[in-house]
């Protein structure tokens, strides 16, 4: 019974290595977890062909992570991964993976350039000058002199005829003349009585 007990005790360690890994186009992954510490553990990750190691630790001892990317390929790359188990050999990787060529995303043709034809720049007419108007006259006002009307009354003057305008003198005239009437009648008739007494 002790001697199962104890072959159990070594054999849960034993039992629980996990490794696991993969491969991209442009990446590796390598996780390894669940070995005896006490052991010593070793892991070595490199490209096949000489290109160099990618990863390397002698003594990793429960677990180990590697993510990292590639360098860029345009041929598959061959990935030789390598675990040693210190404590038992059957837990021991030894695989190959490849990565494959990442595929390029299609170019789109840029379009077809064309040269547009080349037009003369349009001819503009020469500005034309707009014809001169000349300002407008001002009209000269005429000078209008307005000469104050007389107010005539045409009310007859107390007493009398009414006042046509004429000067105070008419009557003194009137009265001359009248005279001149009368010394010429008189004239006349005397003249006459002597032409008769003459004849006779």
Not at 21 to 49: E, F, M, P, R
Not at 56 to 68: H, I, R, V, W
Not at 128 to 144: K, R, S, V, Y
């Amino acid at each position: 019974m002790a001697a199962l007990a104890t072959a159990g005790v070594f054999a849960v360690p034993a039992s629980a290595h996990n490794s696991v890994w993969s491969v991209t186009c442009n990446s590796v992954s390598v996780h390894l977890k669940d070995y005896d510490k006490q052991a010593t553990n070793s892991v070595t990750l490199q490209i096949v062909g000489g290109e160099g190691v990618l990863a390397f630790n002698p003594d990793f001892g429960g677990s180990y992570t590697y993510d990292e990317s590639l360098p860029a390929h345009d041929t598959p790359l061959q990935l030789h991964l390598v675990v040693k188990a210190g404590d038992n050999a059957k837990y021991n990787v030894d695989e190959t993976k490849t990565s494959p060529v990442c595929e390029k995303p299609p170019t789109t043709p840029p379009p077809p350039t064309t040269t547009p034809p080349t037009t003369a720049p349009p001819t503009t007419a020469p500005p034309t000058t707009p014809p001169t108007t000349a300002p407008p006259t001002t009209p000269t006002p005429t000078a209008t002199t307005t000469a104050p009307v007389a107010a005539t009354s045409s009310a007859p003057a107390s007493g009398g005829l009414a006042d046509t305008g004429s000067s105070s003198a008419t009557p003194m005239i009137a009265g001359i003349a009248a005279a001149a009437v009368v010394v010429g009648a008189g004239a006349l008739v005397v003249a006459r009585k002597r032409r008769s007494s003459s004849h006779r």
